[in-house]
């Protein structure tokens, strides 16, 4: 029983092709999260949704877009990809909004893209 | 001792005995701090946390020292097993919610 699922685990994909990556939880938090964790291990925040309204969005490029459907939903919808978004990217979720980032947070398996 | 580039900072620990894992952090307006476990393959695990206003806090085998003066955080476990290799990230939270990961300590346990 997955509490924070993402498919797919991999994807190889060409530059400038647009590709999706989905993320569930089944834990009935409100608040979800995309990071990247790059070829060094270095992990950071790209984007948080609290109840599918977006609160951070840091300084990603524009290709980039997350979708909230609902609550339990957070997709990441990439655009014209290039070689430097090859990565680990990993969704997770937590519970408490008023705390936001000061609680603690459940990640998926991650997905590595490779552009290549 | 610590390098840089590809290779994380590893720290080899014979199986039994304690491990100290560092971080530095580097905002010191931040007030919450988190460990985190990877363990190879998947995602990030939270071990433990604490607030600012603490200086100590354990938990089960884990205890999270912090160090505000020089803005350190330590992460101690006791009677390391194989069970617990992996890379552990310090993640700071500062009060305007910016979060910073640590750059990982990968821990090997010796048999």
């Known amino acids: 029983d997955t509490a924070v699922s993402q498919t797919p685990k991999y994807l190889v994909t060409q530059m400038g092709n647009d590709k999706s990556i989905k993320c569930e939880q089944n834990?009935?938090?409100?608040?979800m999260y995309w990071y990247k964790q790059d070829s060094k291990k270095f992990l950071k925040i790209m984007f948080s949704?609290?109840?599918?309204?977006?609160?951070i969005n840091e300084t990603v490029p524009n290709r980039f877009s997350p979708k909230s459907p609902d609550k339990a939903h957070l997709n990441l919808h990439i655009n014209s990809l290039e070689l430097g978004d090859s990565a680990v990217y990993f969704c997770?979720?937590?519970?408490?909004?008023?705390?936001?980032?000061?609680?603690?947070?459940?990640f998926g398996q991650g997905t590595r893209l490779t552009v290549v | 001792g610590e390098s840089v580039g590809l290779h994380l900072p590893t720290l080899s620990v014979q199986e039994g005995d304690n491990s100290i894992i560092n971080c530095a952090y580097s905002?010191?307006?931040?007030?919450?701090f988190i460990w985190y476990k990877q363990e190879s393959g998947k995602g990030p695990q939270f071990i433990i946390d604490?607030?600012?206003?603490?200086d100590k806090r354990q938990g089960q085998r884990v205890t999270v020292l912090l160090n505000k003066t020089v803005k350190h955080l330590s992460l101690q476990i006791a009677a390391t097993q194989p069970g617990d290799s992996a890379v552990y990230f310090c993640?700071?939270?500062?009060?305007?919610?910016?979060?910073?990961f640590g750059k990982g300590t990968r821990l090997h346990i010796l048999p």
């Open positions: 997770a979720s937590s519970q408490d909004s008023r705390r936001f980032l000061k609680t603690e947070a459940f």
């Open positions: 834990l009935g938090h409100d608040t």
């Open positions: 949704y609290n109840n599918k309204e977006l609160i």
């Open positions: 905002n010191s307006a931040s007030d919450y």
């Open positions: 604490i607030r600012s206003n603490m």
């Open positions: 993640a700071e939270i500062s009060r305007d919610d910016k979060i910073i």
